[in-house]
């Protein structure tokens, strides 16, 4: 049986379709939709790259690679429905007049064009005049773009340039993944749709808010890139300040795109900036050493294959961010991000203020604070940690810590849990614009980490180090104990 909740046919081309992206992430995740019967019979898959393949042969690599990052067993039935959509065309993307081949292929009278560009992005600019060059596209053409766009606020304008001189921002689709995880999501049914927390998310009942984006691996082979990025730029601009103006933005007008993209800004808009002033007590910089990693012996980041040993570039960052408005006056958000760290782990933990008077010292001499556990990854998830009391007859009352948990997985037993990459590939073809960036949040977005970027490099102070299979340095540590608070491990 069709889902009810499909959409007008696609002619989805992936430009890039035999790189890495593609095959680990979007024909995994197609398969997938396909498999919940989320895509339109009519719709196609059309495999764009250098090579050159036949159809048969890019059907082949598909099934390879579902065999190899697909983590469930392939439907015979369901497969031979998603290879029937497949195709190849050999382009090479930088060649303006190869593009004309796509008027051959796109059915434009009965499907719409969407176009995604998984390549890096010096490739935009070619792919966009050749499309522009071909005349395939129309007003109801999409494309989508995947980060990193730009490696700062310049960059950022050039690329955002490009892309604008051959498709409006109505037809452009940002990515940032960490936006399809359902727990991100939950975010607006949690804050908007429950008064629990409607009525309790600001700076009268909460102390502060801890973002924790930890990963276990190491650069696993892309020294290069990362080398030029540093974990500043590829994860903190990104993922965390997204799902920091998710936590911290007012209730929207309405759930439409347009709404939500401007509550985002303001928060933006909103952020004390980190200048040469304040940048030491508001940031750390960190690099892994050499450590261990579940009892395994890992290099340090300048051990690594094709390293530069006199790099300083951070593996790890923390910072204290600042909201300058009425509801997150006085309340800190703490943010760390790295690499090589004790376990990976995405959550986001919100501290609400203790108690000012203490009934039960016979179990705390302070009361603990209730916190909202809201887990990202490697489990989704919610929970609440409150105090109950322990049960017996005891003379005294006592308490104890207990969490109430709200994991997905027991909850919604019956409800399948897509992946971000399902959902933001299903609105794409969907042509719905909310989960995805507008050009003004990145550029806000861009301005600020700039100004963290441009003081570090005044300072010109190394990383500091931390042995791989830790939480980052001391100096993190630090970091919030100066405030009096601890991070959540």
Same mark, same amino acid.
Request: negative net charge; hydrophobic residues 40%.
């Given at each position: 049986?069709?889902?009810e909740?499909?959409?007008? $046919?696609?002619?989805?081309v992936?430009?890039?379709a035999l790189?890495?992206?593609s095959?680990?992430?979007?024909?995994?995740?197609?398969y997938s939709?396909?498999?919940?019967?989320?895509?339109?019979t009519?719709?196609?898959?059309?495999?764009?790259?250098r090579?050159? *393949?036949k159809?048969s042969e890019?059907?082949?690599?598909?099934y390879k690679?579902?065999?190899?990052?697909?983590?469930?067993?392939?439907?015979?039935?369901?497969? #031979?429905r998603f290879?029937?959509?497949l195709s190849?065309?050999? =382009?090479?993307?930088?060649?303006?007049?190869q593009?004309?081949?796509?008027n #051959?292929?796109?059915?434009?009278?009965?499907?719409?064009? &969407?176009?995604y560009f998984?390549?890096? %992005?010096?490739?935009?600019?070619?792919?966009?005049?050749?499309?522009?060059?071909s005349?395939?596209?129309?007003?109801?053409?999409?494309?989508?773009?995947?980060k990193p766009?730009?490696?700062?606020?310049k960059?950022?304008?050039e690329? +955002?340039?490009v892309v604008a001189?051959v498709?409006n921002?109505?037809?452009?689709?940002?990515?940032?993944?960490?936006l399809?995880k359902?727990t991100?999501l939950?975010?607006? #049914?949690?804050?908007?749709?429950?008064?629990?927390?409607?009525?309790?998310?600001?700076?009268?009942?909460i102390d502060?808010?801890q973002?924790?984006?930890a990963?276990?691996?190491g650069i696993?082979?892309?020294?290069d890139?990362?080398?030029?990025?540093?974990q *500043?730029?590829?994860?903190?601009?990104?993922?965390?300040?997204q799902?920091?103006?998710?936590? #911290?933005m007012?209730? %929207?007008v309405?759930l439409?795109?347009d709404?939500?993209?401007?509550e /985002?800004?303001? &928060?933006?808009?909103?952020?004390?900036p980190?200048?040469?002033?304040?940048?030491?007590e508001?940031?750390?910089?960190?690099q892994?050493?050499a450590?261990?990693?579940? !009892?395994?012996?890992v290099p340090?980041y300048?051990?690594e294959? !094709? @390293? +530069?040993?006199?790099s @300083?570039?951070?593996?790890?960052?923390?910072?204290?961010?600042?909201?300058?408005?009425?509801?997150w006056?006085?309340v800190?958000?703490y943010?760390r991000?790295?690499?090589?760290?004790t376990a990976?782990r995405?959550?986001?933990v919100?501290?609400?203020?203790?108690? $000012?008077? +203490?009934?039960?010292?016979?179990?705390?001499?302070?009361?603990?604070p209730?916190?909202?556990?809201?887990?990202?990854?490697?489990?989704?998830?919610?929970?609440?940690?409150?105090?109950?009391k322990i049960p017996?007859?005891?003379e005294h009352?006592? *308490?104890?810590?207990t /969490?109430?948990?709200?994991s997905?997985?027991?909850t919604?037993?019956?409800?399948?849990?897509f992946g971000?990459?399902?959902k933001?590939?299903?609105? @794409?073809m969907?042509?719905n614009p909310?989960l995805?960036?507008?050009?003004e949040? =990145?550029e806000?977005?861009?301005?600020?980490?700039?100004?963290i970027q441009?003081?570090?490099h005044?300072y010109?102070?190394?990383?500091? %180090?931390?042995?791989?299979g830790t939480w980052?340095? &001391?100096?993190? &540590?630090a970091?919030?104990?100066?405030? !009096?608070?601890?991070?959540?491990?």
């Amino acid at each position: 049986m069709k889902n009810e909740k499909t959409f007008k $046919p696609c002619d989805l081309v992936i430009y890039g379709a035999l790189g890495d992206l593609s095959k680990r992430k979007l024909l995994i995740s197609l398969y997938s939709l396909e498999n919940a019967n989320f895509i339109e019979t009519d719709t196609r898959i059309i495999g764009v790259d250098r090579h050159d *393949l036949k159809d048969s042969e890019f059907v082949e690599l598909a099934y390879k690679s579902l065999q190899e990052f697909l983590n469930d067993d392939i439907d015979d039935a369901v497969w #031979a429905r998603f290879s029937a959509r497949l195709s190849y065309l050999k =382009i090479d993307l930088t060649q303006m007049d190869q593009y004309r081949q796509l008027n #051959a292929v796109i059915d434009q009278k009965h499907r719409i064009m &969407v176009n995604y560009f998984a390549v890096a %992005p010096f490739l935009f600019k070619s792919i966009c005049q050749g499309l522009a060059k071909s005349g395939v596209l129309t007003e109801n053409s999409r494309m989508v773009m995947e980060k990193p766009i730009g490696h700062d606020l310049k960059s950022s304008k050039e690329i +955002n340039d490009v892309v604008a001189s051959v498709f409006n921002e109505k037809q452009v689709y940002r990515i940032d993944h960490y936006l399809g995880k359902e727990t991100v999501l939950n975010l607006l #049914a949690l804050r908007f749709a429950n008064s629990i927390f409607t009525t309790n998310w600001n700076h009268n009942t909460i102390d502060h808010i801890q973002i924790t984006a930890a990963e276990e691996v190491g650069i696993e082979g892309r020294f290069d890139y990362f080398d030029k990025t540093g974990q *500043l730029r590829d994860m903190l601009q990104n993922h965390l300040l997204q799902i920091l103006t998710f936590i #911290a933005m007012e209730p %929207p007008v309405n759930l439409e795109a347009d709404s939500i993209h401007n509550e /985002k800004i303001k &928060v933006l808009k909103a952020l004390r900036p980190i200048t040469l002033a304040n940048v030491e007590e508001k940031t750390v910089r960190g690099q892994y050493s050499a450590g261990y990693i579940k !009892g395994s012996a890992v290099p340090g980041y300048l051990e690594e294959d !094709g @390293a +530069n040993t006199d790099s @300083a570039t951070e593996s790890f960052v923390a910072l204290r961010v600042d909201i300058d408005n009425w509801r997150w006056a006085g309340v800190p958000f703490y943010l760390r991000t790295g690499k090589r760290l004790t376990a990976k782990r995405t959550e986001i933990v919100v501290y609400f203020k203790q108690l $000012p008077h +203490n009934i039960f010292k016979d179990s705390f001499r302070e009361l603990p604070p209730n916190k909202l556990i809201i887990h990202l990854q490697p489990n989704e998830g919610v929970e609440i940690e409150m105090l109950n009391k322990i049960p017996g007859i005891d003379e005294h009352i006592k *308490l104890k810590k207990t /969490k109430l948990d709200l994991s997905f997985s027991d909850t919604f037993k019956k409800s399948r849990i897509f992946g971000g990459y399902e959902k933001l590939v299903l609105e @794409a073809m969907r042509g719905n614009p909310t989960l995805f960036l507008s050009r003004e949040e =990145i550029e806000q977005a861009w301005t600020w980490i700039d100004s963290i970027q441009n003081a570090w490099h005044y300072y010109q102070d190394a990383p500091k %180090p931390y042995p791989a299979g830790t939480w980052g340095p &001391v100096a993190s &540590v630090a970091l919030l104990a100066r405030d !009096g608070r601890a991070w959540e491990e």
